[in-house]
Each structure stands twice: as C-alpha cells, then as structure tokens.
C-alpha cells in the first residue's frame, strides 16, 4: 500500500513542482505536510526540494532545521542531521535567538553519535550563552546525563598525571575527517592513545629541563599569547559590542530597497526543432488539443533538441536579459497559459513555446531580508569599533616612528618626542 501511496506521491509532486513553479514557501509547506502523513522519505525530498526553489535567508535556516529534526528522530541519520544543522549554524550569528535551538539539536546529534564530550559542551553553551531560552531547562539536564554515559575513566596515568576516555575523546574530535577514521577503530584508538602519552612525557621533560626559558621558546610562546589575548580584547571590544537594532535594519531596508529588488521573471516551456515542417505539425497538434500543458511536456521530450528536453521544456524564472533573447523577448509579451506561433531563432532553428507564469518585479520583504542586512550592519560595526578600538590604544600607549617605513617620524603619539 506504501508503495501505492508513494508512487501516486512521485506524479503529485512532478505536477506540483511545475505548478510551483519556484515557490520555496509551498513546497516546504508540502513537505510539512508528508512529515505529517508519516511519508517521511517524501518529506525528506520535499524539503531538499524546497532548497533548489530560492527561499529566504530565514525560511532557509527553517528548512535545515526541519531536515536535521526529520534525520534525527525519524530517518536515524544523524551524520545527516548534523550536516544540516552545521548549515544552519553558518547562516546565523552567535547573538541570534534561534541558534540556542541549533546548539541543542547539536547536542542531541552528538549524544546520538555517541560524543558525549561535545554533546555536554553543545548543552553547556545554550545553559550559559542562552540561558532565557526555552531549552535552557533541557539543556542542564542533558548536561548531567552524558557526562554519566561517559564517566571519566582513566586510560593511562602518566607521571602522575591521568589521560582520561574523555581526552582521548576529545583528541580524536580534533583530527580531521579524511584521517578520522584511522583512529576510530580499537586499534587506531590504543595509537592515538601512545601517541598522547609520548607527548605528555615529553612535554614533562621538556619542563624538567627547563626548555620554556630558552630564548626561541619564549619568543614563540609571547608569540601565542599574544595571538590569544589579541582575540580575547578582539571578542570583548568588537563582536560583543558591534550589536544591530530592529529600527537599524528597518531604516537600512527603506533606504536601500532598490538592492532588494526582484526582476521580472517568466517560467515556459519551449521545443526547439531543426525545421520549420516539423514545428508546424508539432504547433498543429498542440492547438487541437488547447495547448495542454501535459501533451506540451510529452512532445518536448521526444522531439525539443535543447538540453532541457529531458525536463519537459521547461525554463525556469528567466529575466528580460535571458536567453535565446527571441524566446525571452516573445514569452514576456504574452500573458499565462498563452501557446506561441513558430518563433525563428538566429540560429536557424524553430521554437514553440507556453508561458506557465509571469512575475512582475517586486521587493523582497523585510523579514527575507532582515539577516542579511543585520549581517552586512554588523561587519560595518565591527570595522568602525576596531578602527576605535586601535585609534583609542595608539591615543592610550602612544607610538613612535624610528624607521621610513613607519611613516612621519612621532605619528600618533602621546607625549613622545621625535627621534
């Protein structure tokens, strides 16, 4: 009976698909929908095909949402799942409220991949970082349950000190993937394993010896410091500060709506022939039978010689700067569902075509656009607090030229004397 369903299912969403026709917010509905029917892999298909139909910076996030929670609870794909959720994770900034949702879904995934140590840190950033969320409860919950499924069994004790299943863990985390899985069975586990011992013992006799008073070592470990303290006052003066109001944005997109402008777009169907005999009987046959679209599909496939034959013709939100410009220019003077006369093409060839719909220019709307723009503000901050931010330490510690390349001589300095 499945098979049945899901079958009928494969021409609903073939005929949908031309009827949608882009609508990315239809479509995700649809796949909603079969989520609701329990049509789970239909759901699945639906959503990535919602993907391909341009949706908003927001309804995008929601739809990567929706997958990782279908591949999680429903498909048991949790590498998919995380996949996804990483995708989600990109387009948002730490400051938005729905990333207290993605870091949790990231602790279920991680709990379900068995990495107990990233899962507690996935709950741990939504019970600091989002702490008024309505998952913050969950969350510190969670927290107690994977560090009891991964107690912190000691692996080896060196000079004293333990190497715990957690580190190694951890460690493994940290390799990339192309070389992961080279450690991932019990033997590539126990490598690992000696490979962080031999690394504490030396690092203990490289302390024995004192190694860290060696000029070279200290000028590279001030180096390390000073790239990690750089990025702390960086964090604390700049990303933490460079915040974006609503009204902000609201008057960035009045002012600016022209970039947010969408052309004029037109969705048809076309068969282009080598001859003109044969796009008069193909013309012929389409008006008897009032230009259907399905008779219109058939006929392109078997006869078009244009790489989209295999889809029927069909031509997808073409602008008025599209082409073959003689289709383009044709389909924009006609109105929806209209069948065209033989139109000659400056190659020689002979193209009918339909139009399946027509959309005049138009503005995207605030909420489509609003992370994209609170994205763009705060970059624009960000620069203009560290410009601040450098100008504030030069007025504050003065500087000094002594060299051409410095530029004049007592530049920027504060109670400094030319040299």
Do not use: C, W
Request: charged share 35%; no cysteine; hydrophobic share 35%.
């Amino acid at each position: 009976m499945r098979k049945i369903v899901a079958a009928a299912l494969v021409l609903m969403v073939s005929g949908a698909t031309t009827r949608l026709l882009g609508d990315a917010e239809r479509v995700f509905q649809l796949a909603k929908e079969m989520e609701q029917k329990k049509l789970y892999a239909e759901a699945d298909s639906l959503y990535r095909e919602a993907l391909n139909q341009n949706p908003s910076d927001n309804l995008k996030v929601e739809i990567y949402v929706n997958l990782a929670d279908l591949n999680l609870d429903k498909l048991n794909d949790p590498q998919k799942a995380l996949h996804y959720l990483k995708l989600a994770q990109a387009m948002l900034e730490d400051s938005d409220p729905r990333m207290a949702g993605i870091h949790y879904r990231l602790g279920l995934v991680y709990e379900k991949l068995g990495k107990y140590v990233d899962a507690a840190q996935e709950y741990q950033t939504v019970v600091i970082n989002y702490q008024n969320s309505q998952f913050a409860d969950e969350a510190s919950k969670s927290i107690d349950r994977v560090f009891s499924k991964n107690i912190q069994e000691y692996l080896a004790i060196v000079g004293g000190e333990p190497i715990t299943s957690m580190e190694l863990e951890k460690r493994l985390e940290e390799i990339p993937p192309f070389y992961r899985g080279r450690f991932e069975t019990p033997e590539g586990r126990k490598e690992l394993l000696e490979r962080m011992i031999d690394e504490r013992l030396m690092t203990r006799e490289a302390e024995e010896r004192k190694l860290y008073l060696k000029a070279d070592v200290q000028e590279k470990l001030m180096q390390q410091r000073a790239r990690i303290l750089q990025n702390a006052l960086y964090e604390e003066e700049v990303r933490q500060k460079a915040n974006v109001t609503e009204d902000e944005m609201k008057k960035y997109y009045e002012k600016h709506k022209d970039d947010f402008k969408i052309p004029a777009r037109v969705t048809l169907m076309r068969i282009t022939v080598e001859n003109k005999d044969t796009a008069e009987m193909l013309l012929n046959m389409l008006k008897e039978a009032k230009g259907d679209s399905a008779l219109f599909d058939s006929l392109a496939r078997k006869y078009s010689v244009t790489p989209d034959a295999k889809r029927g013709g069909l031509m997808y939100n073409l602008t008025e700067n599209a082409r073959p410009q003689e289709i383009v220019k044709k389909a924009f003077e006609m109105e929806e569902g209209e069948l065209s006369d033989i139109i000659e093409l400056s190659d020689g060839k002979f193209a009918i075509i339909k139009v399946i719909k027509k959309q005049p220019e138009s503005i995207r709307p605030f909420d489509e656009v609003k992370l994209s723009i609170e994205n763009k503000l705060r970059r624009e901050k960000e620069k203009q607090l560290f410009e601040q931010l450098k100008k504030r330490l030069r007025e504050k510690y003065g500087v000094e030229y002594v060299s051409q390349e410095g530029g004049e001589s007592g530049e920027g300095t504060k109670g400094l004397k030319k040299k």
